[in-house]
């Protein structure tokens, strides 16, 4: 990435938290132990005169956690820092919390840790800064924007001749070129945490996308196209659903919450940027700017990637096993749409022998709480 290039980046993320940190009332900082929130948080204290207040949740005995990656960004920013742990016995109520939170259906289950965390915070603050926005700008989504740029070109082959060359060299890495028609479909699959197919098992009755949804309607296969397509997918998809679990786990404890690498003058300094100096596909790195922003100010940068969640899927093998049978599998319709139980308790069960069927099955228990609490005293 050029020199100009980085300090433009650099200066328009400094000037974006300097202008939302204006505020008559205590703020704060959500932090975790990823690239963006530590960067946002330690321009922040560099911005003021007294230790900012910072927050993080930790998940015990969890690979997932990363409260001891929070703690070191925090030593070393200088910020008054707070941790609070998400525990076994508190996930129950929790769900309650989260229900009455989500006036529509919401499926990511790291709604949890953002509705706690901002409980958490609002004892002190009323204000948080947080670093959403920074993956979908800056290309930080190296899994999925990676492999979809990398096998781009492998689309401009027939269908038929993709899955013939699949099944003769067995290539690593690109059996979905095999699989999916198009680029965009193979992407809608990194987002779907139930295929369509796995749906019509549960739900016999159940419609095919309609034909206006147009998301994932992309067929290209050049490598700078696709690398533009995946960027406003996330921007304008995933991003969106994002935002939505920021602004309901915020709003529910009466906290605002401010983004400032989705400023105007941050966007518009990401668009003059090559996806090229932002994302190293050899090495599975992104937003590398974002990384450079944070050496300057840091000696310590965490790299595996967890993301801000919980773990779903020791929880429905425990506290929420019974809930799940009560409210899911023994449930004869969910919004109408007739469920095969059969089925449905397969998957379960699969689940439950140590398969990992998380996504899937959250979003199944989520729609039924909502549904219950909801819909059902509308009808």
Not at 87 to 104: K, W
Not at 301 to 329: A, C, H, N
Request: with cysteine; net charge negative; proline share 4%.
């Amino acid at each position: 990435m050029g020199l100009r290039l980085f300090e433009a980046v650099d200066a328009a993320l400094v000037s974006a938290v300097k202008r939302q940190m204006v505020s008559d009332v205590p703020l704060g900082c959500f932090l975790s132990g990823g690239i963006d929130s530590p960067l946002i948080t330690a321009i922040a204290q560099s911005l003021s005169t007294q230790p900012v207040k910072a927050f993080t949740i930790g998940v015990e005995n969890s690979p997932l956690d990363e409260s001891e990656d929070a703690r070191r960004y925090a030593q070393q920013i200088g910020v008054e820092h707070y941790v609070e742990n998400i525990h076994f016995d508190q996930v129950v109520d929790l769900i309650g919390d989260v229900n009455r939170a989500c006036s529509e259906p919401y499926g990511d289950y790291s709604i949890f840790p953002t509705l706690l965390n901002s409980r958490f915070a609002s004892k002190q603050v009323k204000v948080m800064l947080s670093g959403d926005g920074g993956d979908e700008l800056f290309w930080g989504y190296t899994g999925r924007m990676g492999g979809a740029i990398r096998h781009a070109p492998l689309f401009k082959y027939p269908f038929w001749a993709r899955k013939v060359r699949w099944h003769l060299f067995r290539p690593e890495g690109d059996w979905a070129s095999s699989y999916f028609r198009t680029p965009g479909r193979w992407y809608q699959s990194f987002h779907e945490h139930n295929f369509e197919g796995v749906l019509q098992r549960f739900f016999p009755d159940l419609a095919s996308f309609p034909e206006s949804y147009l998301q994932y309607d992309y067929a290209g296969n050049d490598v700078d196209g696709t690398a533009q397509w995946v960027r406003w997918n996330e921007f304008t998809g995933h991003m969106g659903n994002g935002m939505l679990k920021v602004d309901r786990g915020s709003m529910y404890n009466s906290l605002e919450v401010r983004t400032p690498l989705l400023d105007r003058e941050v966007i518009s300094v990401a668009q003059r940027v090559d996806w090229r100096t932002c994302l190293d596909i050899k090495n599975d790195v992104g937003k590398i700017p974002l990384r450079q922003a944070l050496s300057k100010r840091l000696d310590f940068q965490s790299s595996g990637k967890r993301g801000f969640t919980v773990p779903m899927d020791e929880w429905l093998r425990g506290p929420l096993k019974e809930m799940m049978y009560d409210l899911v599998i023994n449930r004869q319709d969910l919004l109408g749409l007739r469920i095969n139980k059969d089925n449905l308790s397969s998957f379960f069960q699969d689940h439950l022998d140590g398969k990992n069927w998380a996504w899937g099955l959250w979003i199944l228990l989520s729609l039924a709480l909502w549904e219950d609490r909801y819909f059902k005293r509308l009808s």
